[in-house]
């Protein structure tokens, strides 16, 4: 008897500690030391310019027992774009683009979560870029279980993609080329590595 119940209070101890790490719902801070808002354009005509932005933050809620209950808000500063070229960052930060000293920020604000798969989801919601406003959605894969990192954080994570035309925000500025065709075009590729860290 004494054995069984050994076994048992053994069981309960492991299930006690694992709980935490099987389903964590709640609010998730965005870490942006370990995660990534990157975006693709063609340019020219012949070739993909990539970047992305370096200052962002947002708060992912997480419903386990029902994903579809599920919210994302972010916000990311327009000024940290970054091609790896001062002259053409200098370029999107005007007012021909994203004009960043009247419009300091994009955010994005979730609607709706719908399951789209296995660890697949569609997450709709509002972007408002440029003074802007117009919905996305953005193809999940995740969330991603929990685990916990050396310092006890909780942490899970999430990759994202969607596609916009950037005329459908204002950003309409461009350059005929000789050759036909124009100097950037309009469909941006939007990509995002996401880890999050538990609020306490």
């Known amino acids: 008897m004494k054995s069984y119940l050994k076994a048992f209070l053994s069981s309960l101890a492991v299930l006690i500690t694992l709980a935490p790490l099987v389903a964590q719902a709640g609010s998730w801070q965005i870490d942006p030391d370990h995660s990534s808002v990157g975006f693709k354009v063609r ?4 070739s993909n310019v990539k970047g992305d932005f370096g200052t962002f933050s947002g708060v992912v809620d997480i419903n386990d027992q029902d994903v579809t209950k599920s919210s994302v808000s972010v916000s990311i500063v327009t000024a940290s774009i970054n091609t790896g070229v001062a002259k053409r960052d200098a370029h999107l930060k005007s007012a021909d683009f994203l004009d960043v000293a009247k419009f300091p920020a994009m955010t994005f604000v979730s609607s709706k979560v719908v399951k789209a798969g296995k660890d697949k989801l569609k997450v709709y919601g509002l972007l408002t870029l440029h003074g802007i406003t ?11 279980g929990v685990s ?7 942490r899970r994570g999430a990759s994202a993609t969607t596609k916009i035309n950037r005329k459908d925000f204002g950003l309409v500025w461009n350059a005929l080329l000789e050759t036909g065709g124009v100097a950037v075009g309009e469909e941006v590729q939007i990509s995002l590595e996401i880890e999050m860290i538990a609020k306490k």
């Open 148 to 154: 916990r990192d050396p310092y006890g954080n909780l």
């Open 134 to 144: 117009r919905e996305v959605v953005l193809d999940v894969d995740g969330p991603s």
């Open 43 to 46: 340019h020219m005509m012949v």
